[in-house]
Each structure stands twice: as C-alpha cells, then as structure tokens.
C-alpha cells in the first residue's frame, strides 16, 4: 500500500512531496542522476496529454482532476491515465512518483505533490468496498 512515509532496511527511502523551486533539468544539470543512470528524453508525445490521459480526466471527479500534474508533467499523467484501470499497476505507479528510492530526487512542486495524493485518496476510495449505507 502507498505511504509517503514508508521507509525500508534494505536501503534508504526518501519522501517526495514538494520543493519550493523548479524541478531539476536531468539534462542541464547531469547531477540530478547518479552515476550509470540515463534517463530517457522526452518525446514529442511525451509533452502532450495523450488522448487516452484527456478521457481519464474527464472521467475523474472535477474536484479531483489533476491539472498542474497534466500541465507540468503530461509524460506521469500520461502513464498513470494507462494504468489506472489495474489497482495493483496504479499503486506501484503512485509508490514510484511519491517515494524516492534511488536518492537524491527534488520532489514535484508544492501543487502536483498534492494532487498526486488527492489521486492515491481517490485510488484507495475506490478500493474501499461499500457497505451500502
């Protein structure tokens, strides 16, 4: 289950919730990745909400609806509108976005780090068998 507060002994687990500044440019500023990591280059599809992703949106309670994450990182919304029909895809998605297991990573602005935890309440809400009452 998704806790932005886990923390395991085999090796250190860092929050992320927010920063106060940009996020850090991989490509600008090659610190941000340890030594061996490479990470991709966003496509062109990368920095456009996919079709898919816009009828995820919509089908989301308005209230819930995570509009900086989809303006400032189309590339997560995009990934986690594929998988938010698999329960157990959607949790491990979410784990990877809010908990920084390699190190070393700034966190999502203020905004998008509470959206993303409005979208794990919503994620679990519907996990949440009702009594009917």
Not at 9 to 19: A, G
Not at 34 to 63: K, N
Not at 67 to 82: F, T
Not at 114 to 120: D, Q, S, V, W
């Amino acid at each position: 289950m998704f806790s932005p507060f886990r923390f395991s002994k085999t090796h250190q687990v860092t929050t992320l919730t927010s920063v106060d500044s940009a996020p850090a440019d991989p490509v600008a500023d090659p610190s941000v990745l340890g030594a061996g990591q490479r990470r991709t280059m966003p496509s062109a599809s990368d920095r456009v909400l996919s079709v898919h992703a816009r009828q995820w949106l919509r089908r989301l309670p308005a209230r819930e609806r995570p509009l900086a994450l989809c303006s400032m990182y189309s590339r997560v919304a995009n990934r986690l509108a594929a998988v938010w029909e698999d329960p157990e895809q959607t949790e491990s998605v979410l784990d990877e976005l809010m908990i920084d297991y390699r190190g070393g990573r700034l966190g999502f602005p203020r905004m998008v780090a509470l959206e993303l935890m409005r979208l794990h309440r919503l994620h679990e809400k519907r996990l949440t068998p009702s009594d009917g009452v």
